[in-house]
T-cell receptor, first 113, second 114 residues
């Protein structure tokens, strides 16, 4: 079935380090891909999205490129800050169930000063 | 600018008790959703409402019922709570159900069933 696999966390980095969170997917057809972020005590917020192959989504210094050949959508940031500490969810959107989002398990990011 | 508001924020139930989680959005969105979040499993869709007057099952609907009371409000009911329903519940809304739609989430309800 359609699914999203993310790297397990927690990922612990020092401030200004480079971040990569891996995400791969399995889907029939051509899904849209998303990264959502959940800050402590809050609901999820859309971070970025890409709707077709080779699209690059970007926001707040984060980037992810839709790679159809490797079925991946890895999240990157060149220099993380303490305020980036959160849980990051990769997701794809399917036609089934009213275009529902299928989420990965989430990756906890902890950034130390 | 409230967005999506969920009540209550925390709830403890005994097995067999019933309760209703409330959700309201003030963005005039057509579509609303209920998800549950469990450790290591991400979010899973319980029910959704593509538009006012319609509701449909998601991935994990068993043990739940929903009501789309009006365009703003979408409630989730547990008729007879079970420990397996201990989870964090999120309500979300979007303008529609298109493939590129952005979802807006509430801050969640942490439910424990003893």
């Amino acid at each position: 079935g359609d699914s999203v696999t993310q790297m397990e966390g927690p990922v612990t980095l020092s401030e200004e380090a480079f971040l990569t969170i891996n995400c791969t997917y399995t889907a029939t057809g051509y899904p849209s891909l998303f990264w959502y972020v959940q800050y402590p005590g809050e609901g999820l917020q859309l971070l970025l999205k890409a709707t077709k192959a080779d699209d690059k989504g970007s926001n707040k210094g984060f980037e992810a490129t839709y790679r159809k050949e490797t079925t991946s959508f890895h999240l990157e940031k060149g220099s993380v800050q303490v305020s980036d500490s959160a849980v990051y969810f990769c997701a794809l959107r399917l036609m089934e169930y009213g275009n529902k989002l299928v989420f990965g398990a989430g990756t906890i990011l902890r950034v130390k000063s | 600018n409230a967005g999506v508001t969920q009540t209550p924020k925390f709830q403890v139930l005994k097995t067999g008790q019933s309760m209703t989680l409330q959700c309201a959005q003030d963005m005039n969105h057509n579509s609303m959703y209920w998800y549950r979040q469990d450790p290591g499993m991400g979010l899973r869709l319980i029910y959704y409402s593509a538009s006012e007057g319609t509701t449909d099952k998601g991935e994990v609907p068993n043990g739940y019922n929903v009501s789309r009371l009006n365009k703003r409000e979408f409630s989730l009911r547990l008729e007879s709570a079970a420990p397996s329903q201990t989870s964090v519940y999120f309500c979300a809304s979007s303008e529609g159900t298109g493939a590129y739609e952005k979802l807006f989430f509430g801050s969640g309800t942490q439910l424990s069933v003893l």
